[in-house]
């Protein structure tokens, strides 16, 4: 059965936070408060400067979703789109799910001009590295910090 890939909707808001703490537990053993998550989630569809959400379906049902974010590049003068939160139903996965929604990113960032995409994946996740590698994305030479909370 074919995939297709729309805009998410507030109707979609119940898959996305369920999916994103399933995302956050698979891949980082972190239980995310469902509150604050719901709210965040909310928050983009409040807020498109802050980014938009794509929802895999097949037969009509959703499989996956990501979100795009966008980062200013002063050296570049245009934005990268950052793919995130990435999540595919375990039934689905390895069926092209990442594969057909990263290229509906990729098509609307070079439509709007975007000057290239960037994600971040888990040191160990190699099966995930194969997969962007696969998709022509390079390993970056950054290494990424964070500090939360501020205080």
Same mark, same amino acid.
């Given at each position: ?68 974010? *966008? ?60 997969? *962007? ?11 990424? *910090? ?6």
């Amino acid at each position: 059965m074919p995939l297709s890939v729309r805009p998410a909707r507030r109707g979609d808001l119940a898959h996305l936070v369920a999916w994103n703490a399933a995302m956050a537990w698979e891949t980082e053993a972190k239980r995310l408060d469902g509150a604050v998550l719901e709210r965040g989630v909310a928050a983009v569809f409040d807020e498109p400067r802050r980014g938009f959400y794509l929802v895999a379906e097949r037969g009509g049902a959703a499989v996956g979703s990501l979100l795009v974010t *966008y980062e200013w590049s002063d050296w570049r003068c245009g934005d990268f789109w950052w793919i995130q939160s990435v999540y595919v139903v375990p039934e689905a996965r390895r069926g092209g799910v990442f594969r057909t929604l990263y290229a509906e990113v990729a098509a609307r960032a070079r439509a709007a001009g975007a000057v290239g995409l960037r994600l971040y994946v888990e040191t160990e996740n190699r099966r995930a590295q194969a997969t *962007y590698e696969g998709l022509g994305m390079e390993r970056c030479h950054y290494f990424m *910090y964070e500090r939360t909370p501020l205080g």
